[in-house]
C-alpha cells in the first residue's frame, strides 16, 4: 500500500510539473502513472549502472554529474513513452530537479499526517 502511494503522488507531481514547464508534454492523467511507474523502473535498475559507470566523472564534479544522470534518467522515459516528451536535455534536466524537490515535499507532507 505504501509503494502505491509513492507511485500516486509521483504521478501527481508528474501532472503538475507538465502542467507548469512547456518543455514537459503529458497526453493524459493516465499517462502520468505510467510515467511515474516507468521513472522508477529506471531509477532502480539503470540508475546504478549508470552511476558506476560514471564514478570517476562523479568523484570529479563531487556529484554534480548525478544531475545528468537523473536527466538521462528522465529522456529514457520519453523514449520508453509515446505520451510523455521533453523538448531537450536541459527541460529534462530542469524537470528531474522540480520533480525531486516536488516528490520531496509530497512525501513529507504525507509522514507529517500520520
Known sequence: ???FIKLLLSAIAVI???KILPGVSLVGYGYAILVALVIGILNNFVK??????TLPATIVTLGLFLLVINAIIILL???FLGGFS???FWWALLFSLLL????SILHS???EEK
Open 109 to 111: 507532507l504525507i509522514k
Open 16 to 18: 503538475i510539473l507538465a
Open 77 to 79: 522515459a520519453d523514449y
Open 48 to 53: 546504478p549502472v549508470l552511476v558506476f559507470l
Open 100 to 103: 525531486s524537490m516536488l516528490q
Open 1 to 3: 500500500m505504501k509503494w
Open 86 to 88: 521533453v523538448a531537450n
